[in-house]
């Protein structure tokens, strides 16, 4: 099998992995109780989505 020749440089190494870093999630407000949700899920502190109640909420408004 062949094998590199030379050794890669630290900075051609970090230029290859500079895409690799893990990217923030998105966030969404829930339109009735303003908390922060990841998007096209129902909301953890009040348990609505799209308007209607699917869930059992932790608080009831």
Do not use: F, Q
Request: proline share 8%; hydrophobic share 20%; glycine share 8%.
């Amino acid at each position: 099998m062949p094998n590199p020749k030379r050794r890669h440089s630290k900075a051609r190494r970090d230029r290859r992995r500079a895409h690799d870093a893990l990217a923030e999630p998105g966030r969404s407000t829930c339109p009735s109780c303003g908390e922060i949700k990841l998007p096209h899920r129902a909301c953890r502190s009040c348990g609505e989505y799209r308007g209607r109640d699917v869930i059992e909420g932790k608080e009831t408004l």
